[in-house]
């Protein structure tokens, strides 16, 4: 077996003075908070930009219809790459995030995620019914475009907030209120609405994970 | 305050990187030997070294856990530890705090 020295020196080659102590407790905990970071800033970023491309090319698409219609078929292609993106790259960080870790943390974030994926897929699948029944225009299309996020938004931060997550309490009941707000904004006003919304509640996640990982834990 | 007032446990690279890496997950949860090896680069000899004496002062509990043919060590900070990491970091606060104008520079330079 190897043997290591246990004096303040090892593994340095040198002295270990105060100052390297403390840069490299700063490194070693930012590097720590970036790899167990489910939700990276750079996902963030990308969520961002897709609502804005999006569900603002959603809004170019409809507005001014009347009698108001679905938008392109090619508008819609769009969004789902890039929802199908969104997974993939989902998935990906929340693996990369949990591999090796175990514990009662990680089995609540399991449960609550899985739990979520049933309220996305049930506030999503009402659209089903509603697209068949002899629902108005107006009824049609501000469903789609406030209600489903609205539903998971409100319920994704009162779980959060019972489980103590504060963080992801108000990341997402800030995008519950923008999906509420949306309610007013008619057919297509709703659409624009959510664009904008969403995008900057997508943006400030982004830096405020971005500080919360790279804040030091020693200096100022 | 001088550095002799620093826990020597964790004052050591290898232990500080193993506790600062522990603490990152939230309380309770655990890590596997091998990706804490991924994370810090260590030989397995090596970390094993620096986990026993951390584990010897109830810094850090081990548990291995097998499922027939595959076992797998799990390490996960204890409250102990992480009381420790919080006195070492708020020591090492007071010590940059006593630092001249040039020190502290010098440690911001450093730090980016």
Redesign the interface.
């Known amino acids: 077996m190897n043997h290591t020295p246990d004096t303040a020196t090892a593994g340095n080659g040198g002295s270990f003075d105060p100052q390297q102590a403390a840069i490299l407790l700063d490194e070693a905990t930012v590097q720590a908070r970036r790899t167990f970071t489910p939700g990276p800033p750079l996902l963030w970023v990308y969520r961002a930009v897709f609502v804005l491309v999006a569900l603002g090319g959603y809004w170019l698409s409809v507005r001014g219809r009347d009698p108001y219609s679905a938008p392109s078929g090619g508008l819609v292609a769009v969004i789902f790459a890039g929802v199908a993106i969104n997974i993939g790259w989902s998935t990906w960080a929340l693996k990369r995030a949990g591999a090796g870790v175990t514990g009662p943390a990680q089995r609540k974030r399991r449960a609550w995620n899985l739990g979520m994926l049933v309220v996305w897929a049930a506030a999503f699948a009402f659209t089903v019914p509603l697209y068949h029944a002899p629902a108005s225009h107006p009824v049609w299309a501000l469903y789609p475009a406030s209600a489903p996020l609205m539903i998971v938004g409100l319920v994704a931060a009162a779980s959060s907030a019972a489980l103590k997550e504060w963080r992801m309490a108000g990341t997402t009941l800030a995008i519950g209120i923008v999906a509420a707000a949306a309610g007013f904004g008619g057919p297509a006003g709703a659409w624009l609405i959510m664009a904008i919304g969403l995008s900057a509640v997508c943006l400030g996640t982004a830096a405020f994970k971005l500080w919360e990982q790279d804040r030091s834990v020693v200096g100022p | 305050m001088t ?1 002799e007032e ?1 826990d ?1 446990l964790i ?4 232990r ?2 193993i506790v ?2 522990l ?10 030997f ?3 090896q991924d ?1 810090l680069r260590l ?1 397995p ?2 970390l ?3 986990l026993r ?1 951390l584990e010897d002062a109830d810094y850090i509990k081990s548990e291995k856990t097998s499922n027939g043919t595959v076992s797998i060590t ?1 390490v ?1 900070l204890t409250g102990r530890g992480r009381a420790a990491l919080g006195t070492y ?1 708020r020591a ?2 007071d ?2 705090g006593g ?1 001249d104008e040039d ?1 502290t520079a ?3 330079r ?2 980016t």
């Open positions: 550095d620093l020597p004052h050591v690279p290898t500080l990187k600062a890496t603490a990152a997950l939230p309380a309770g949860d655990a890590l596997s091998t990706r804490l994370l030989t000899g090596n094993i070294i620096h004496k799990k996960a970091t090492l606060r010590l940059l630092l020190e010098d440690y911001a450093r730090r």
